[in-house]
């Protein structure tokens, strides 16, 4: 911030400032222009925060942030420590733990089990038909194969 007492042309310490724009209030004006009143010559741009200076009055002092206010300290609760339950024996808890649906369970487990089981037996037997299949044409092709060469050997042999 340069503040310029006396014109550096003439010497001269009256300094006018003028509005260039349409606003009326200088303090309000975004243009300013500092120019000596004795010679009119232009001296420099004024910016809002120098203009109270230029018009003698005191420099607005900036404004001081707001003191942060202390965080308040709040207390924490100790942790409340949950009873822990107590391992139930299955024997002697009968509510817990019913029989029944344990033996459905398990039957409903061994017979899924011979399920798979079965169904594994049966893809073996499956596959183990389907290379008997793919054998038996392979034999079936090569008899056809031989009774043709028969008959076009019988057909060779009757042309001579």
Do not use: H
């Not at 120019?35 to 230029?54: F, M, N, Q, T």
């Not at 709040?74 to 822990?84: A, G, L, M, S, T």
């Not at 002697?92 to 398990?106: E, V």
């Amino acid at each position: 911030m340069t503040i310029i007492k006396s014109c550096p042309k003439c010497k001269s310490s009256n300094l006018a400032m003028k509005i260039r724009g349409n606003e009326k209030d200088i303090m309000k004006a975004n243009m300013v222009e500092l120019r000596c009143d004795s010679c009119g010559a232009w001296l420099k741009w004024v910016p809002k925060k120098e203009r109270a200076i230029y018009l003698g009055k005191s420099i607005p002092e900036p404004k001081q942030p707001k003191a942060v206010p202390k965080p308040k300290q709040i207390k924490i609760p100790e942790p409340i420590e949950k009873p822990q339950p107590k391992k139930e024996n299955i024997f002697t808890n009968k509510k817990k733990f019913n029989f029944d649906k344990a033996m459905a369970n398990s039957e409903l487990r061994f017979e899924r089990d011979a399920y798979m089981l079965k169904s594994e037996k049966l893809k073996a037997e499956l596959a183990e038909a389907n290379q008997r299949i793919s054998e038996l044409e392979a034999e079936l092709d090569a008899l056809k194969n031989k009774t043709k060469t028969k008959k076009s050997k019988k057909a060779v042999g009757n042309e001579y």
